[in-house]
């Protein structure tokens, strides 16, 4: 049987899938002894994170909600990201990734913008940054002590908090 150009690339496609999964489950998992294989020497990390007014500590806006989706890329040094929010005051100006446990506040460790100005009543922005890829590890290693902190021309501190877990 003949199969179409379309049904033969799916079909390659499929065979590679099926053949890097079977490369993972054969592999095992490491040894207790040696070094424990971290995400990062395997791509990207990836994380969706829910961010609300009540997760920041000191106020925040609590009539507006937002979600983000990371992209962390350790081998080109690249954190991609997509961010939507709506019901916000004022203008959306900055968003960063910060370092701290939840219920904890923390320095700026990673700009994703800065000085900006969106429309806080809903929006969608999505880029990518350059960052180090000894601090996207630290972030795929344990991602429960960063947050991302969505800012707004009235809630300079922080309008937004979605801690990574």
């Known amino acids: ?10 079909g390659r496609v499929g065979a590679l899938v099926a053949s890097a999964s079977s490369m993972l489950v054969f592999a095992g998992p490491a ?3 040696g070094d424990t294989a971290t995400a990062y020497e395997y791509g990207h990390e990836q994380f969706s994170i829910q961010l609300t007014g009540d997760e920041v500590r000191d106020g925040g806006d609590r009539d507006g909600d937002g979600v983000a989706r990371l992209d962390l ?12 929010w709506r019901g916000l005051e004022g203008h ?3 968003f960063h990734i910060h370092s701290a446990p939840r219920h904890n506040d923390g320095p700026v460790f990673v700009d994703l913008f800065n000085d900006r100005r ?11 940054v350059h960052s180090d890829r000894s601090k996207i590890r630290d972030i795929i290693d344990e991602p429960s002590d960063y ?3 969505l800012h707004t021309t009235p809630h300079h501190a922080g309008a937004l908090r979605g801690q990574l877990d």
């Open 92 to 94: 959306v100006t900055d």
């Open 118 to 128: 969106f429309h806080g009543e809903s929006n969608t922005v999505a880029d990518c």
């Open 147 to 149: 947050y991302l902190m």
């Open 31 to 33: 040894s207790a002894a």
């Open 73 to 84: 890329d350790p081998k080109n040094e690249r954190i991609c990201y997509v961010i939507t």
């Open 1 to 10: 049987m003949q199969l179409s150009k379309g049904a033969r690339t799916t």
